[in-house]
């Protein structure tokens, strides 16, 4: 289908599939996805099930896929007041907010509230953490979508031991294949799980793309006394992880089946924000959160990065109900195996340890856990640290 603008409204017309993606880690390898109709005023609530068609084998060249350059691409200002209109008003809920969506300025400003942190011994000032993170649809719904993809971006913060103090919406949108009440569900869902966190959304930027992509780029800060990094791991101390695995080929099942599952969504939607205040109040100070590289390819950086080895129980890993079953039926993103031929070369497999087993502790998570050098309640302890001695990390 395709959307004809009529003012700011959208109607739809019929269209030949569009091209898209089969997983966060596969940008490389597109296949045909319909897009179901949609009538006027329905939402993901009352959408038809997705049904996918066989993966195309041409290489795909990203330039093929840009209808413009720059800030041509930029959505009309028309449209972005419709969609932006439910989110105005944050200035008045977050008094640190000086710049924010309600002045159309180029970019949000925000104060440091008085007392944010108690006084450091040494009189440090709080550190600022940038980052950003946006990618293609994991699930079919958009308000899920939405939520999924603001937990991913705001977990970089938490796994410094930061807090969130302000974003901004990334957005790239196919205006002439999807209908703009999507795109609106899918900031819906992101604006509330940045209010969750207590995080202003304080704009944003949007272009027009050749598949939806949404993501948020976040302003955080922490104390320099207090931060959790991928470099201070030492010898001897225990692994522990806040959110079970499995992500990966659950959400490549559901891709190509249609397929939903409650409990992956609840936990890629969960913010790590407590699992990161518990580490710090138990005095953590290594940490990292899973994402796409997986538990083997973070836990290889953060060990490389600490100059320390690793043991995993693999038999100590939780994982989401129906990924081991996705697993045997064969939906294994392709990101998921690359991960593991890139850490094979740095793995001792004890006996008994399945290549199935090892794939899934590769598998390529979308806002999973934090993997903390450290205990906190609630969290399973899944290995240890060990003086580098031979292979980084030992499965056993």
Request: charged residues 20%; proline residues 7%; negative net charge.
């Amino acid at each position: 289908m395709t959307a004809e603008a009529d003012g700011n409204r959208t109607r739809l017309r019929r269209m030949p599939p569009h091209t898209g993606v089969e997983d966060r880690g596969d940008h490389q390898v597109p296949r045909r996805l319909p897009v179901p109709r949609l009538g006027r005023g329905q939402c993901h609530g009352s959408r038809p099930e997705p049904t996918y068609g066989d993966q195309m084998t041409s290489e795909v060249r990203l330039t093929q896929y840009a209808a413009g350059g720059g800030c041509a691409c930029k959505l009309a200002p028309g449209v972005l007041d419709e969609l932006l209109g439910g989110l105005r008003g944050q200035s008045r809920r977050h008094p640190g907010l000086l710049v924010g969506l309600d002045d159309g300025d180029d970019a949000a400003v925000v104060r440091l509230p008085r007392g944010f942190w108690s006084a450091h011994p040494d009189g440090a000032e709080p550190a600022i953490i940038s980052t950003t993170d946006f990618f293609t649809p994991v699930v079919d719904r958009a308000f899920e979508w939405g939520q999924i993809a603001a937990a991913n971006a705001l977990s970089d913060v938490y796994a410094m031991g930061g807090r969130p103090l302000v974003a901004l919406n990334l957005v790239g949108w196919p205006v002439d294949l999807l209908p703009l009440d999507l795109l609106a569900e899918t900031l819906r869902g992101g604006a509330e799980v940045a209010a969750a966190a207590s995080c202003p959304l304080g704009g944003g930027h949007s272009i027009t793309a050749a598949e939806p992509l949404y993501g948020l780029a976040v302003t955080g800060v922490v104390d320099p006394g207090a931060l959790l990094r991928n470099d201070a791991a030492r010898a001897g101390l225990p692994l522990s992880l806040t959110k079970p695995l499995g992500l990966g080929v659950l959400n490549n099942r559901h891709m190509s089946t249609g397929a939903w599952f409650p409990e992956a969504v609840q936990v890629m939607t969960t913010l790590n924000a407590a699992a990161s205040r518990a580490a710090l109040d138990s005095g953590i100070t290594a940490a990292t959160d899973v994402t796409g590289f997986g538990l083997l390819g973070h836990l290889l950086t953060l060990c490389r990065a600490s100059g320390v080895g690793a043991v995993v129980d693999h038999a100590a890993v939780p994982y989401v109900e129906g990924a081991r079953a996705s697993l045997a039926a064969g939906f294994v993103p392709g990101g998921s195996r690359r991960n593991l031929e890139w850490t094979r070369p740095h793995l001792a497999v004890g006996p008994g340890v399945s290549e199935d087993e090892l794939l899934l502790l590769a598998d390529a998570q979308t806002s999973g856990g934090l993997l903390l050098v450290g205990e906190i309640p609630g969290a399973p302890v899944i290995g240890h640290l060990v003086c580098r001695d031979g292979p980084l990390i030992s499965v056993r």
